[in-house]
């Protein structure tokens, strides 16, 4: 019933941008928060980013304040996740993901619908 596809993914230098964007499927897209989450191999699904049902109440790791920015755009049910100065230690994949509400999480037990993922590199 609901899809999430993640696009955006790719190979940057350090110190370098990308924007990972999110395309959800589904008529209630705007009622609920979203965020992404990133994995990288051998570690824990980790929060990154969530924000708010109404485009605000944004919520960041500290790993990625100041370089990450989460925004969204209902009429197009799309999330982005604008990533700048990008680190080795921002390799990982990332996943977005739809909250059971419309209040931002931290935990992966916060959200109910996962994107299969999009493979983010950063070579130093």
């Known amino acids: 019933q609901v899809q999430l596809v993640e696009s955006g993914g790719g190979l940057v230098q350090a110190g370098g941008s990308l924007r990972l964007s999110c395309v959800g499927s589904g008529r209630t897209f705007s009622n609920y928060a979203m965020g992404w989450f990133r994995q990288a191999p051998g570690n824990e699904r980790e929060f990154v980013a969530a924000i708010g049902w109404n485009n605000g109440a944004s919520l960041y790791a500290d790993s990625v304040k100041g370089r990450f920015t989460i925004s969204r755009d209902n009429a197009k049910n799309t999330v982005y996740l604008q990533m700048n100065s990008l680190k080795a230690e921002d390799t990982a994949v990332y996943y977005c993901?739809?909250?059971?509400?419309?209040?931002?999480?931290?935990?992966?037990?916060?959200?109910?619908?996962w994107g299969q993922g999009t493979q983010v590199t950063v070579s130093s």
């Open positions: 993901a739809r909250a059971r509400s419309i209040v931002v999480g931290t935990t992966r037990y916060d959200y109910d619908y």
